[in-house]
T-cell receptor
Framework: EAGVAQSPRYKIIEKRQSVAFWCNPISGHATLYWYQQILGQGPKLLIQFQNNGVVDDSQLPKDRFSAERLKGVDSTLKIQPAKLEDSAVYLC??????????FGPGTRLTVL | QQQVKQSPQSLIVQKGGISIINCAYENTAFDYFPWYQQFPGKGPALLIAIRPDVSEKKEGRFTISFNKSAKQFSLHIMDSQPGDSATYFCAVKHFGNEKLTFGTGTRLTIIP
């Protein structure tokens, strides 16, 4: 079974630029999550999708972050404009019917 | 609002020894308590999990001890091996939804 795929793996941008991350969850997993993991901290949930609908985006900074999952499969997370404090690893995870969340390798974002 | 407090921040254990990592949570609205293991450059992976209706769960060298009245749970790694060197995160799942809140992580190093 293929795992959660994410791209790119690394991204370096200047502040105020925009960036987008892509996630392909495990086939058949209806629930998809985006997390932000700042160095030395645990993952923090940004947004949760159930199929193509948003379940929880309470911790998503909506003035600069957006996410979509148009066909209930792949998802993209966008930051526009980026700030220095957005430097982090962005993790995508998916879940089927059990409680276990399966994480992708993440995208490491550096904002200069 | 920090709902999960994890300790220690880092831990060094000799090969063959017992590694113990602790977590404390702040309310009772949680119904699933997983531990995730993360290697550098990888996403977290589920190691072991427990529900609040049991006090202990063992899987191989890994054991979760759960104390509902004290709102604490811990991970014990018996016969620790160099391959166990990783960062470990406890998490709590909110009752009624699929949201996980993670602890701050423990960097475990097993020395020969």
């Amino acid at each position: 079974e293929a795992g959660v795929a994410q791209s790119p793996r690394y991204k370096i941008i200047e502040k105020r630029q925009s960036v987008a991350f892509w996630c392909n969850p495990i086939s058949g997993h209806a629930t998809l999550y985006w997390y932000q993991q700042i160095l030395g901290q645990g993952p923090k949930l940004l947004i949760q999708f159930q199929n193509n609908g948003v379940v929880d985006d309470s911790q998503l900074p909506k003035d600069r972050f957006s996410a979509e999952r148009l066909k209930g499969v792949d998802s993209t997370l966008k930051i526009q404009p980026a700030k220095l404090e957005d430097s982090a690893v962005y993790l995508c995870a998916s879940r089927a019917l059990t409680n276990e969340q399966f994480f992708g390798p993440g995208t490491r974002l550096t904002v200069l | 609002q920090q709902q999960v407090k994890q300790s220690p921040q880092s831990l060094i254990v000799q090969k063959g020894g017992i590694s113990i990592i602790n977590c404390a949570y702040e309310n009772t609205a949680f119904d699933y308590f997983p531990w995730y293991q993360q290697f550098p450059g990888k996403g977290p992976a589920l190691l072991i999990a427990i529900r609040p209706d049991v006090s202990e769960k063992k899987e191989g060298r890994f054991t979760i001890s759960f104390n509902k009245s004290a709102k604490q749970f811990s991970l014990h790694i018996m016969d620790s091996q160099p391959g166990d060197s990783a960062t470990y995160f406890c998490a709590v799942k909110h009752f009624g939804n699929e949201k996980l809140t993670f602890g701050t992580g423990t960097r475990l190093t097993i020395i020969p």
